[in-house]
T-cell receptor
Framework: GIQVEQSPPDLILQEGANSTLRCNFS?????LQWFHQNPWGQLINLFYIPSGTKQNGRLSATTVATERYSLLYISSSQTTDSGVYFC???????????FGKGTKLSVKP | NAGVTQTPKFQVLKTGQSMTLQCAQDMNHEYMSWYRQDPGMGLRLIHY???????DQGEVPNGYNVSRSTTEDFPLRLLSAAPSQTSVYFCASSSDYWTNYGYTFGSGTRLTVV
């Protein structure tokens, strides 16, 4: 099946810094999503981005499907950005999303 | 508010007990699924449903049953709880089976089996 790898596994930032999170996947996909799990456990859909670039405020994402990777950019980070960021791709055979293991982001004031 | 509602939020079970985790959505989504989240493992699919009356197994189905009698509800049953089922359980729904576009998660159920 499709493998999804995220890097780095952990990231500590000072408030105001920028960061880039990476997601590599092992096969071609027609769906890629980024999620944020906040410190209270809630999973929030950030982007549906099978290809191209999207922006939402301080967050943006780029997927290069032909090279099998996606990047999530966080600019001017805030403490509320802390949590775990998951990349997920559509697995196809079971109609489910296959998740990476996540990047745990800690933003210090 | 529209969304996915899970109950209970927390539960402690003794080994061998059974229980049902409830999941309901009011967005008229056809596709619903259950995941479990364990430290260092990400989220893994337990069971899923593409519509009322249709369910199928995911990656880690053993020890769990599901049914889908209505579009809105997708309960997950633990038949005989084991400590290995200690986890956080998430229910999710989507309007589009083929892309999972607009995937929405419930707030989770934290289950401890002692």
């Amino acid at each position: 099946g499709i493998q999804v790898e995220q890097s780095p596994p952990d990231l500590i930032l000072q408030e105001g810094a920028n960061s880039t999170l990476r997601c590599n996947f092992s096969d071609s996909v027609n769906n890629l999503q980024w999620f944020h799990q906040n410190p209270w456990g809630q999973l929030i859909n950030l982007f549906y981005i099978p290809s191209g670039t999207k922006q939402n405020g301080r967050l943006s994402a780029t997927t290069v499907a032909t090279e099998r990777y996606s990047l999530l950019y966080i600019s001017s980070s805030q403490t509320t950005d802390s949590g775990v960021y998951f990349c997920a791709v559509y697995g196809g055979s079971q109609g489910n999303l296959i998740f990476g293991k996540g990047t745990k982001l800690s933003v210090k004031p | 508010n529209a969304g996915v509602t899970q109950t209970p939020k927390f539960q402690v079970l003794k080994t061998g007990q059974s229980m049902t985790l409830q999941c309901a959505q009011d967005m008229n989504h056809e596709y619903m699924s259950w995941y479990r989240q364990d430290p260092g493992m990400g989220l893994r699919l337990i069971h899923y449903s593409v519509g009322a009356g249709i369910t199928d197994q995911g990656e880690v189905p053993n020890g769990y049953n599901v049914s889908r009698s209505t579009t809105e509800d997708f309960p997950l049953r633990l038949l005989s709880a084991a400590p290995s089922q200690t986890s956080v359980y998430f229910c999710a729904s989507s309007s589009d089976y083929w892309t999972n576009y607009g995937y929405t998660f419930g707030s989770g159920t934290r289950l401890t089996v002692v």
